[in-house]
């Protein structure tokens, strides 16, 4: 009997795969590039983070899947930092653990911590892109283009937001980034949307000791309700990283030259996933990988392909950024030279993964729309009635309509 790692595999694999993870995939050659103190702090932040947001979403969704991306998300709102100021800047660096950190720091960091991800395994393919495409009539400030292309490597566009080939332009990027993966970045373009802040992540990796497929076999699985599934269940007998204690059992597999690695953290009989989400954090986390241990043993993995999808505008408010999603209150003035104000309308976010005897492939989509809280000033406009038209007379609480006319020849009482 296989006890239930329903929520905690699929989440847990992608904390390593991208934890170890601009727009070019991985070079042949390996490059040694070091990290130093302080991007190893921003690193460790980016953890709390991820932590502190897989937490919150799994405890909204106990008996679901969820797969998620702190890194992508991380990359997509430190793009929006840039354009952020006052309490709506403060609020998103304490969300996102940078507190006390230089705007140039930061960006550093980002920049420092891409590189090294990029640069960290030739067998790994990985792909880290990100990209702003913003309403051509919007006056962008010059600075916040400036820093996310050095910084992000940010794909800078200004488009027809009114073209109904807009939205397929921007998803053909993300399809594009994510290897086929994932087909959509944004659904629609709304009225008021000014711009979308994109990221992508592409992962793929085989594992240093594969499984033999010839023992793949279909198993019984455990669900959160008691009931019973079958899952095709892998086997691998090797020495593996292990850690055991009384409420669960760790491996660690790694990928390519091992720069890459997963966990599988499954508990005991009895405790479920959210128990241990519940006492996990990075340190922890840290803790018990320092505990494992080559061992020689046989591990039962169930293959599975998944896809996860989150707007994530509750939680990160939840969070400590609820300004940042505030119309008139959000303060993104160092993004847009102009007099009325932006907010971020919607952070969505999408995963997939697939686990078979080969290796692991992921993929993750951050998409932040930045909308306006009016359309900005308008032309006057110049409007003769010369020709036939309506006349209405309504209720407007209720829009009721008393009167409707249809008139084609206005006619004036000669007196």
């Not at 399809?175 to 009225?191: A, L, M, N, V």
Request: net charge neutral; with cysteine.
């Amino acid at each position: 009997m296989i006890p239930k790692i329903y929520l905690l595999v699929p989440a847990l694999l992608l904390v390593f795969l991208l934890q170890c993870s601009s727009s070019v995939t991985a070079p042949q050659e390996k490059k040694e590039i070091e990290l130093n103190k302080k991007a190893l702090q921003v690193i460790e932040a980016n953890n709390r983070f991820g932590w502190k947001l897989f937490r919150s979403l799994t405890e909204a969704e106990t008996d679901q899947n969820v797969f998620i991306s702190p890194l992508s998300i991380s990359l997509a709102l430190g793009m929006a930092l840039n354009g952020a100021a006052g309490e709506t800047r403060q609020a998103m660096e304490t969300t996102l653990e940078l507190s006390g950190l230089s705007q140039k720091a930061i960006n550093q960091y980002y920049r420092q911590i891409i590189d090294f991800l990029l640069e960290r395994d030739p067998q790994v393919i990985l792909n880290i892109a990100n990209s702003i495409w913003y309403r051509q009539e919007l006056t962008v400030k010059q600075t916040f283009i400036d820093l996310n292309q050095r910084y992000f490597d940010a794909l800078v566009k200004g488009v027809d937001f009114s073209a109904p080939t807009t939205v397929n332009q921007i998803n053909q990027w993300v399809k594009e980034q994510t290897r086929g993966k994932i087909s959509r970045g944004i659904d629609r373009i709304k009225p008021e949307d000014v711009m979308f802040l994109i990221n992508a992540i592409y992962f793929k990796g085989t594992w240093t000791t594969q499984f033999n497929p010839k023992l793949t076999r279909e198993k019984p699985f455990s669900l959160p309700d008691g009931g019973k599934t079958t899952c095709q269940m892998m086997q691998l007998s090797d020495k593996l990283p292990y850690l055991e204690t009384d409420d669960f059992q760790m491996v660690e597999l790694p990928y390519g030259d091992k720069h890459f690695s997963a966990l599988v953290i499954l508990p005991r009989p009895g405790k479920s996933p959210g128990e241990l989400i519940n006492r996990l954090n990075a340190e922890t986390l840290q803790e018990w990988v320092e505990q494992l241990q080559l061992r020689e043993g046989t591990l039962e993995l169930p293959k599975f392909e998944l896809r996860y999808g989150k707007t994530l505008n509750q939680v990160l408010s939840k969070l400590g950024m609820a300004v940042a999603f505030r119309p008139g209150e959000a303060d993104f003035s160092q993004m847009y030279e102009g007099p009325e104000k932006l907010y971020l309308s919607l952070v969505n976010h999408g995963t997939y993964v697939k686990v078979d005897e080969e290796g692991t492939e992921a993929a993750a989509v951050t998409s932040i729309s930045i909308s306006i809280t009016s359309i900005g000033p308008q032309k006057p406009f110049y409007m003769r009635v010369d020709r036939p038209f309506l006349f209405l007379i309504r209720e407007k609480d209720s829009g009721a309509l008393l009167f409707m006319g249809q008139i084609v020849e206005p006619k004036w009482p000669e007196n």
